[in-house]
Protein backbone atom coordinates (compact mmCIF):
# COMPACT_ATOMS: atom_id res chain seq x y z
CA UNK A 1 0.00 0.00 0.00
CA UNK A 2 1.30 3.54 -0.68
CA UNK A 3 1.06 6.32 1.43
CA UNK A 4 -1.18 8.88 -0.84
CA UNK A 5 -3.85 5.82 -0.70
CA UNK A 6 -3.00 5.68 3.01
CA UNK A 7 -3.80 9.38 3.33
CA UNK A 8 -6.83 9.02 1.07
CA UNK A 9 -8.47 6.61 3.20
CA UNK A 10 -7.39 9.09 6.39
CA UNK A 11 -9.27 12.01 5.03
CA UNK A 12 -12.14 10.31 3.85
CA UNK A 13 -12.87 8.98 7.36
CA UNK A 14 -11.95 12.30 8.63
CA UNK A 15 -15.39 13.71 6.96
CA UNK A 16 -16.94 11.74 9.74
CA UNK A 17 -16.11 14.44 12.32
CA UNK A 18 -18.86 16.62 10.84
CA UNK A 19 -21.49 14.42 12.40
CA UNK A 20 -23.21 15.97 15.13
CA UNK A 21 -25.11 14.36 18.16
CA UNK A 22 -28.26 15.30 18.16
CA UNK A 23 -29.39 18.53 19.21
CA UNK A 24 -30.40 18.62 23.77
CA UNK A 25 -28.24 15.37 23.38
CA UNK A 26 -25.89 16.18 26.62
CA UNK A 27 -28.77 17.91 28.67
CA UNK A 28 -30.70 14.96 28.59
CA UNK A 29 -27.82 12.63 29.16
CA UNK A 30 -27.24 14.48 32.78
CA UNK A 31 -30.63 15.08 33.08
CA UNK A 32 -30.98 11.08 32.60
CA UNK A 33 -27.62 10.77 34.66
CA UNK A 34 -28.94 12.34 37.58
CA UNK A 35 -32.04 10.15 37.77
CA UNK A 36 -30.15 7.10 37.65
CA UNK A 37 -27.91 8.31 40.38
CA UNK A 38 -30.78 9.05 42.16
CA UNK A 39 -32.10 5.91 41.67
CA UNK A 40 -28.62 3.93 42.51
CA UNK A 41 -28.73 6.31 45.65
CA UNK A 42 -31.85 5.29 47.28
CA UNK A 43 -31.53 1.51 46.14
CA UNK A 44 -28.25 1.87 48.21
CA UNK A 45 -30.02 3.33 51.32
CA UNK A 46 -33.17 0.68 51.03
CA UNK A 47 -30.19 -1.92 50.66
CA UNK A 48 -28.34 -0.56 53.98
CA UNK A 49 -31.29 -0.09 56.31
CA UNK A 50 -32.46 -3.49 55.74
CA UNK A 51 -28.68 -4.52 56.68
CA UNK A 52 -28.77 -2.14 59.56
CA UNK A 53 -31.96 -3.87 61.14
CA UNK A 54 -30.59 -7.12 60.21
CA UNK A 55 -27.32 -6.70 62.03
CA UNK A 56 -29.77 -5.08 65.03
CA UNK A 57 -31.85 -8.21 65.13
CA UNK A 58 -29.11 -10.52 65.11
CA UNK A 59 -27.59 -8.49 67.62
CA UNK A 60 -30.37 -8.47 70.25
CA UNK A 61 -30.91 -12.45 69.64
CA UNK A 62 -27.38 -13.36 70.06
CA UNK A 63 -25.44 -10.49 72.08
CA UNK A 64 -25.82 -11.27 75.34
CA UNK A 65 -24.93 -15.07 75.45
CA UNK A 66 -22.48 -14.51 72.82
CA UNK A 67 -20.75 -11.85 75.06
CA UNK A 68 -21.17 -13.87 78.03
CA UNK A 69 -19.52 -16.53 76.53
CA UNK A 70 -17.20 -14.91 74.98
CA UNK A 71 -16.19 -13.39 78.23
CA UNK A 72 -16.26 -16.85 79.18
CA UNK A 73 -13.73 -18.02 77.56
CA UNK A 74 -11.27 -15.24 77.79
CA UNK A 75 -11.07 -15.84 81.74
CA UNK A 76 -10.66 -19.38 81.58
CA UNK A 77 -7.83 -18.81 78.86
CA UNK A 78 -6.12 -15.86 81.18
CA UNK A 79 -6.18 -18.12 84.03
CA UNK A 80 -5.03 -21.45 81.87
CA UNK A 81 -2.00 -18.92 80.40
CA UNK A 82 -1.19 -17.88 83.86
CA UNK A 83 -1.49 -21.34 85.27
CA UNK A 84 0.86 -22.69 82.50
CA UNK A 85 3.01 -19.81 83.07
CA UNK A 86 4.04 -20.41 86.86
CA UNK A 87 3.81 -24.25 86.60
CA UNK A 88 6.62 -24.01 84.08
CA UNK A 89 8.64 -21.30 86.38
CA UNK A 90 11.60 -23.20 87.42
CA UNK A 91 11.86 -24.47 91.18
CA UNK A 92 8.08 -24.03 90.95
CA UNK A 93 5.83 -26.68 93.61
CA UNK A 94 2.99 -28.35 91.86
CA UNK A 95 0.00 -26.21 92.67
CA UNK A 96 -2.87 -28.50 92.49
CA UNK A 97 -1.23 -31.58 95.03
CA UNK A 98 -0.87 -29.95 98.67
CA UNK A 99 1.59 -31.26 100.59
CA UNK A 100 0.47 -34.31 103.01
CA UNK A 101 1.97 -32.30 106.17
CA UNK A 102 -0.85 -29.43 104.94
CA UNK A 103 -3.64 -32.16 105.96
CA UNK A 104 -5.48 -31.69 108.70
CA UNK A 105 -5.14 -34.51 111.19
CA UNK A 106 -8.32 -35.77 113.34
CA UNK A 107 -7.85 -34.61 117.14
CA UNK A 108 -5.55 -37.25 118.78
CA UNK A 109 -3.49 -38.45 115.96
CA UNK A 110 0.17 -37.19 115.29
CA UNK A 111 2.39 -37.23 112.37
CA UNK A 112 5.08 -38.98 112.73
CA UNK A 113 8.14 -38.12 110.15
CA UNK A 114 9.72 -41.26 108.97
CA UNK A 115 13.45 -42.05 110.31
CA UNK A 116 15.24 -41.93 107.16
CA UNK A 117 18.86 -42.46 109.07
CA UNK A 118 20.33 -45.44 107.37
CA UNK A 119 16.80 -45.72 105.48
CA UNK A 120 19.12 -47.55 102.53
CA UNK A 121 20.40 -50.25 104.82
CA UNK A 122 17.01 -50.85 106.23
CA UNK A 123 15.18 -51.11 103.12
CA UNK A 124 14.19 -54.38 102.28
CA UNK A 125 14.53 -56.02 105.89
CA UNK A 126 12.16 -57.52 107.73
CA UNK A 127 9.95 -55.53 110.09
CA UNK A 128 10.95 -55.91 114.12
CA UNK A 129 10.02 -59.17 116.31
CA UNK A 130 6.89 -56.84 118.38
CA UNK A 131 5.57 -55.73 114.92
CA UNK A 132 5.41 -59.28 113.40
CA UNK A 133 3.76 -60.38 116.59
CA UNK A 134 0.68 -57.85 116.04
CA UNK A 135 -0.03 -59.13 112.63
CA UNK A 136 -0.10 -62.45 113.82
CA UNK A 137 -3.43 -62.44 113.34
CA UNK A 138 -3.57 -61.92 110.12
CA UNK A 139 -0.79 -64.21 109.48
CA UNK A 140 -1.00 -66.99 106.74
CA UNK A 141 -0.38 -69.77 108.93
CA UNK A 142 -3.72 -69.44 110.23
CA UNK A 143 -5.02 -70.84 107.00
CA UNK A 144 -3.09 -74.10 108.25
CA UNK A 145 -5.02 -74.13 110.92
CA UNK A 146 -8.69 -74.07 109.09
CA UNK A 147 -9.74 -70.43 109.13
CA UNK A 148 -9.23 -67.79 106.48
CA UNK A 149 -6.99 -65.23 108.17
CA UNK A 150 -9.62 -62.82 108.06
CA UNK A 151 -11.30 -63.76 111.09
CA UNK A 152 -12.86 -61.27 113.87
CA UNK A 153 -11.14 -62.08 116.96
CA UNK A 154 -12.34 -60.61 120.07
CA UNK A 155 -10.12 -58.56 121.80
CA UNK A 156 -11.10 -60.12 125.69
CA UNK A 157 -11.60 -63.61 124.41
CA UNK A 158 -9.14 -64.68 122.01
CA UNK A 159 -10.77 -67.94 121.64
CA UNK A 160 -13.79 -66.50 120.01
CA UNK A 161 -13.78 -66.12 116.49
CA UNK A 162 -15.92 -64.36 114.41
CA UNK A 163 -17.72 -65.50 110.59
CA UNK A 164 -14.76 -64.56 107.68
CA UNK A 165 -15.27 -60.85 106.83
CA UNK A 166 -15.53 -62.59 102.94
CA UNK A 167 -18.14 -64.68 104.02
CA UNK A 168 -20.10 -62.01 106.41
CA UNK A 169 -21.52 -60.06 103.27
CA UNK A 170 -23.08 -63.00 101.53
CA UNK A 171 -26.60 -62.48 101.04
CA UNK A 172 -27.88 -65.99 102.45
CA UNK A 173 -26.00 -66.65 105.71
CA UNK A 174 -26.30 -62.93 107.17
CA UNK A 175 -30.18 -62.68 106.51
CA UNK A 176 -30.37 -66.17 108.29
CA UNK A 177 -27.92 -64.76 111.31
CA UNK A 178 -30.37 -61.47 111.47
CA UNK A 179 -33.52 -63.56 111.81
CA UNK A 180 -31.40 -65.74 114.66
CA UNK A 181 -30.68 -62.63 116.21
CA UNK A 182 -34.13 -61.57 116.48
CA UNK A 183 -35.32 -64.60 118.31
CA UNK A 184 -32.30 -64.08 120.64
CA UNK A 185 -30.74 -67.57 119.63
CA UNK A 186 -27.29 -67.51 119.60
CA UNK A 187 -25.79 -66.74 116.57
CA UNK A 188 -25.39 -69.59 114.27
CA UNK A 189 -21.87 -70.71 113.58
CA UNK B 1 1.51 9.64 10.41
CA UNK B 2 -1.16 11.70 8.21
CA UNK B 3 -0.41 15.17 7.81
CA UNK B 4 -3.55 16.12 9.88
CA UNK B 5 -3.60 18.00 13.14
CA UNK B 6 -3.74 16.11 15.63
CA UNK B 7 -6.13 17.13 18.50
CA UNK B 8 -4.98 17.57 21.82
CA UNK B 9 -5.66 15.16 24.60
CA UNK B 10 -5.84 17.00 27.32
CA UNK B 11 -3.11 15.33 29.74
CA UNK B 12 -0.51 17.93 30.75
CA UNK B 13 -2.25 20.60 29.40
CA UNK B 14 -4.32 23.68 30.95
CA UNK B 15 -7.34 21.21 29.80
CA UNK B 16 -5.55 18.55 31.77
CA UNK B 17 -5.19 20.92 34.81
CA UNK B 18 -8.47 21.76 34.73
CA UNK B 19 -9.83 17.89 34.63
CA UNK B 20 -7.37 17.39 37.67
CA UNK B 21 -9.63 20.47 39.96
CA UNK B 22 -12.69 18.60 38.63
CA UNK B 23 -12.30 15.35 39.11
CA UNK B 24 -11.15 16.07 42.91
CA UNK B 25 -14.48 18.31 43.63
CA UNK B 26 -16.48 15.33 42.11
CA UNK B 27 -14.53 13.39 44.14
CA UNK B 28 -15.53 15.38 47.36
CA UNK B 29 -19.27 14.87 46.08
CA UNK B 30 -19.48 18.38 44.37
CA UNK B 31 -21.90 16.74 41.92
CA UNK B 32 -21.74 19.50 39.57
CA UNK B 33 -18.41 19.42 38.69
CA UNK B 34 -19.16 15.71 37.31
CA UNK B 35 -21.61 17.67 35.47
CA UNK B 36 -19.04 19.93 33.95
CA UNK B 37 -17.19 16.57 33.50
CA UNK B 38 -20.15 14.97 31.67
CA UNK B 39 -20.06 18.34 29.28
CA UNK B 40 -16.68 18.43 28.39
CA UNK B 41 -16.88 14.78 27.10
CA UNK B 42 -19.73 14.19 25.92
CA UNK B 43 -19.11 15.26 21.98
CA UNK B 44 -15.51 13.49 21.94
CA UNK B 45 -17.30 10.14 23.43
CA UNK B 46 -20.23 10.23 21.68
CA UNK B 47 -18.27 10.64 18.45
CA UNK B 48 -15.78 7.34 19.45
CA UNK B 49 -19.10 5.34 20.55
CA UNK B 50 -21.50 6.58 17.50
CA UNK B 51 -18.47 5.44 14.94
CA UNK B 52 -17.88 2.19 16.91
CA UNK B 53 -21.57 1.40 17.04
CA UNK B 54 -23.59 3.18 13.84
CA UNK B 55 -26.31 3.22 16.08
CA UNK B 56 -27.43 6.43 17.83
CA UNK B 57 -29.83 4.59 19.91
CA UNK B 58 -27.06 2.35 21.05
CA UNK B 59 -24.71 4.95 21.63
CA UNK B 60 -27.25 7.06 23.88
CA UNK B 61 -27.31 4.16 26.29
CA UNK B 62 -23.79 3.23 26.22
CA UNK B 63 -23.25 6.74 27.03
CA UNK B 64 -25.43 6.60 30.40
CA UNK B 65 -23.55 3.52 31.49
CA UNK B 66 -20.27 5.11 30.77
CA UNK B 67 -20.90 7.90 32.60
CA UNK B 68 -22.68 6.62 35.51
CA UNK B 69 -19.44 3.70 35.63
CA UNK B 70 -17.27 6.42 35.77
CA UNK B 71 -19.33 8.57 38.54
CA UNK B 72 -18.99 4.96 40.46
CA UNK B 73 -15.52 4.59 40.01
CA UNK B 74 -14.33 8.33 40.70
CA UNK B 75 -12.96 7.43 44.02
CA UNK B 76 -11.22 4.74 42.63
CA UNK B 77 -9.35 7.24 40.24
CA UNK B 78 -5.84 8.01 41.52
CA UNK B 79 -4.58 10.49 38.87
CA UNK B 80 -1.72 8.50 37.75
CA UNK B 81 -3.20 8.79 34.38
CA UNK B 82 -5.14 11.45 32.67
CA UNK B 83 -8.40 11.90 33.43
CA UNK B 84 -9.22 11.88 29.50
CA UNK B 85 -7.40 8.48 28.97
CA UNK B 86 -9.21 6.75 31.90
CA UNK B 87 -12.70 7.72 30.50
CA UNK B 88 -11.81 6.99 26.99
CA UNK B 89 -10.23 3.51 28.50
CA UNK B 90 -13.68 3.21 30.31
CA UNK B 91 -16.01 4.06 27.17
CA UNK B 92 -13.64 1.41 25.29
CA UNK B 93 -13.92 -1.27 27.32
CA UNK B 94 -17.63 -0.76 27.70
CA UNK B 95 -18.37 -0.74 23.90
CA UNK B 96 -16.25 -3.45 22.89
CA UNK B 97 -18.45 -5.96 25.48
CA UNK B 98 -21.35 -4.28 23.99
CA UNK B 99 -20.20 -4.97 20.57
CA UNK B 100 -19.20 -8.35 21.57
CA UNK B 101 -23.65 -8.70 23.61
CA UNK B 102 -25.21 -7.33 20.03
CA UNK B 103 -22.90 -10.17 17.82
CA UNK B 104 -24.18 -9.25 14.08
CA UNK B 105 -27.35 -7.36 14.93
CA UNK B 106 -26.55 -3.68 13.49
CA UNK B 107 -29.02 -1.52 12.56
CA UNK B 108 -27.52 1.76 10.85
CA UNK B 109 -28.77 5.06 11.62
CA UNK B 110 -27.32 8.13 10.31
CA UNK B 111 -25.93 11.06 12.38
CA UNK B 112 -27.05 14.82 11.43
CA UNK B 113 -23.84 16.38 9.90
CA UNK B 114 -22.23 19.92 10.61
CA UNK B 115 -23.17 21.86 7.45
CA UNK B 116 -19.40 22.98 7.27
CA UNK B 117 -18.59 19.79 5.54
CA UNK B 118 -19.84 21.69 2.83
CA UNK B 119 -16.72 23.66 2.76
CA UNK B 120 -13.90 20.61 3.43
CA UNK B 121 -12.13 20.32 0.70
CA UNK B 122 -11.90 16.60 0.85
CA UNK B 123 -15.67 16.17 1.45
CA UNK B 124 -15.76 18.79 -2.04
CA UNK B 125 -13.17 16.73 -3.93
CA UNK B 126 -15.17 13.31 -2.79
CA UNK B 127 -18.44 14.44 -4.08
CA UNK B 128 -17.66 16.87 -6.85
CA UNK B 129 -13.43 17.01 -7.82
CA UNK B 130 -11.86 13.62 -9.45
CA UNK B 131 -14.12 11.11 -7.74
CA UNK B 132 -15.91 8.53 -10.34
CA UNK B 133 -18.97 9.33 -7.81
CA UNK B 134 -19.01 13.11 -8.07
CA UNK B 135 -22.78 13.19 -7.72
CA UNK B 136 -22.79 11.33 -4.41
CA UNK B 137 -24.68 12.61 -1.60
CA UNK B 138 -23.70 13.15 1.64
CA UNK B 139 -26.28 11.11 3.14
CA UNK B 140 -24.73 8.18 0.77
CA UNK B 141 -21.73 8.99 1.67
CA UNK B 142 -22.36 8.56 5.39
CA UNK B 143 -24.04 5.55 4.68
CA UNK B 144 -20.90 3.85 2.77
CA UNK B 145 -18.35 4.91 5.59
CA UNK B 146 -20.36 3.37 8.20
CA UNK B 147 -20.97 0.11 6.44
CA UNK B 148 -17.03 -0.06 5.56
CA UNK B 149 -16.43 0.77 9.50
CA UNK B 150 -18.53 -2.09 10.30
CA UNK B 151 -17.12 -4.26 8.40
CA UNK B 152 -13.64 -3.93 10.12
CA UNK B 153 -13.42 -6.11 13.46
CA UNK B 154 -13.89 -4.85 16.40
CA UNK B 155 -10.40 -4.02 17.00
CA UNK B 156 -9.75 -2.34 13.93
CA UNK B 157 -12.45 -0.55 13.96
CA UNK B 158 -11.51 0.89 17.53
CA UNK B 159 -7.88 2.38 16.09
CA UNK B 160 -9.41 3.93 13.03
CA UNK B 161 -12.43 5.77 15.21
CA UNK B 162 -9.48 6.94 17.50
CA UNK B 163 -7.15 7.93 15.25
CA UNK B 164 -8.89 8.60 11.83
CA UNK B 165 -11.81 10.17 13.14
CA UNK B 166 -11.05 11.15 16.58
CA UNK B 167 -7.71 12.79 15.32
CA UNK B 168 -5.67 10.68 18.99
CA UNK B 169 -2.33 9.99 18.65
CA UNK B 170 -0.26 6.65 18.81
CA UNK B 171 1.15 7.19 21.82
CA UNK B 172 -2.74 7.81 23.14
CA UNK B 173 -4.40 4.96 21.61
CA UNK B 174 -2.01 3.08 22.76
CA UNK B 175 -2.38 4.22 26.94
CA UNK B 176 -6.19 3.83 25.72
CA UNK B 177 -6.09 0.09 24.66
CA UNK B 178 -3.25 -0.60 26.86
CA UNK B 179 -1.61 -2.22 23.83
CA UNK B 180 1.99 -0.98 22.60
CA UNK B 181 2.26 1.93 19.86
CA UNK B 182 3.37 -0.85 17.30
CA UNK B 183 0.50 -2.99 17.67
CA UNK B 184 -1.61 0.65 17.49
CA UNK B 185 0.41 1.11 13.81
CA UNK B 186 0.03 -2.44 12.69
CA UNK B 187 -3.96 -2.47 13.19
CA UNK B 188 -4.22 0.98 11.18
CA UNK B 189 -2.22 -1.08 8.46
CA UNK B 190 -4.64 -3.72 8.22
CA UNK B 191 -7.65 -1.56 9.02
CA UNK B 192 -6.79 1.28 6.03
CA UNK B 193 -5.94 -1.62 3.75
CA UNK B 194 -9.27 -3.04 4.30
CA UNK B 195 -11.11 -0.11 4.11
CA UNK B 196 -9.21 0.92 0.96
CA UNK B 197 -11.00 -2.46 -0.65
CA UNK B 198 -14.11 -0.85 0.81
CA UNK B 199 -14.51 2.72 -0.10
CA UNK B 200 -12.42 1.72 -3.91
CA UNK B 201 -14.31 3.81 -5.75
CA UNK B 202 -13.75 6.74 -3.44
CA UNK B 203 -10.10 7.28 -3.45
CA UNK B 204 -9.13 6.09 -7.05
Redesign the interface.
Known sequence: MTEPDDNQISRLLALKRYERMPEGFEDQLIHQLHLRQRTELMSQSVRSMVWERLQEYWDRLTGPRLALAVAGMAVLAVVSVRLIQISLRPGAEPIIASKLSDVPLPPGFEMIPPDLTNASANFGSTLPPDESLKLSPLLLSKHFEGSYGDELRDSFNTEFVGPPVSRRFEVGPFIKFAEDEERGSAPAK | M???EQQGNGSGTASGEEDRELVERAQKGD?RAF?QL??KY??KL??LV??MTSN?ED??DL??DI??KA??SLLRFLGKSSFYTWIYSIAVNMTLNFLKKRGRRVILSL????S??QN?P??IN?TTGHSPLRDVGLHE??KR?NEAMMKLSEDHRTV?TL?????LQHSDISKILGVSEGTVRSRL?YA??Q??TY?DD??K
Open positions: NDKTDVRTPYGYNRTALQFAYRDDVDGIDDFVLQLVYDIQGFHRLQLFV
